[in-house]
Every structure is written in structure tokens, then in C-alpha cells.
């Protein structure tokens, strides 16, 4: 079973930037498509962004475009979310997961919770107006 541990959230002003990580244990995660999702409170978890197994393919959600960067160390089994600018509607518990499949998957169908398997716990973002 494949344990993903997000960490990197924190407390922000409006303007400012957060580097999110997830670290994968268990099997290595080589071979998935990773993606990041948030919650914010009473609302439903959305997708944020996804990469590829192949490195280069990523995927965004519009309303993090030219803002959030997804990346991913394979030898260190470690997917990243780099955050800059950050508004207040950013504010969220945002999640990590892997990808169900280990076949190239079109990265569109990515934004979708059910291509993946496995989700890490959380961790919280807020930014401040």
C-alpha cells in the first residue's frame, strides 16, 4: 500500500508563496501520474494540477495557471506543488494523490478524483487578505 505525506502548508499573506511536498512510501510512484487537489471549507475538493509519469507532461486547473508549478523528483519519490502569488481563495486543505493507472493516461482526464488510487492526509494552506 502506497502512504503519501503532504507537508509544506502553512500560514501566508496575500502575494506570497508556499512550496507543498509529498513523499511517497511503499511502492515507488515512478510509474503514476500524481496530482494535488484542494477543500476549502464547505466546499467540494477540486482539482489543482497533475504531472505526468513522463516528466514534462502537467496539467492545471485556470484558476492556478502561471501561478502554481507541479513537479516531481522520482529518485526521491516526491511530487511538489510550488505556490506563488497567492490569494486568499487559495485557502484550502490541499491533497495529494496517485494516479490508479500505470499507463500513459490523457493528461485532461487527470482533473478527475476517480484516476486515483491513493490520497495523502492533507495539509492546511490559508492566505491572508
Known amino acids: 500500500q502506497v502512504q503519501l505525506v503532504e507537508s509544506g502548508g502553512g500560514l501566508v499573506q496575500a502575494g506570497g508563496s508556499l512550496r507543498l511536498s509529498c513523499a511517497g512510501s511503499?511502492?515507488?510512484?515512478?510509474?503514476?501520474?500524481m496530482g494535488w487537489f484542494r477543500q476549502a471549507p464547505g466546499k467540494e475538493r477540486e482539482f489543482v494540477a497533475a504531472?505526468?509519469?513522463?516528466?514534462?507532461?502537467?496539467y492545471y486547473a485556470d484558476s492556478v495557471k502561471g501561478r502554481f508549478t507541479i513537479s516531481r523528483d522520482n529518485a526521491k519519490n516526491t511530487v511538489y506543488l510550488q505556490m506563488n502569488s497567492l490569494k486568499p481563495e487559495d485557502t484550502a486543505v490541499y491533497y495529494c494523490?496517485?494516479?490508479?493507472?500505470?499507463?500513459?493516461?490523457?493528461?485532461?482526464?487527470?482533473?478527475?478524483?476517480?484516476?486515483?488510487?491513493?490520497w495523502g492526509q492533507g495539509t492546511q494552506v490559508t492566505v491572508s487578505s
Open positions: 494523490a496517485r494516479s490508479r493507472f500505470t499507463t500513459a493516461r490523457p493528461m485532461a482526464v487527470l482533473s478527475s478524483e476517480w484516476e486515483y488510487e491513493d
Open positions: 511503499g511502492r515507488s510512484f515512478r510509474r503514476y501520474a
Open positions: 504531472i505526468s509519469w513522463t516528466v514534462g507532461n502537467t
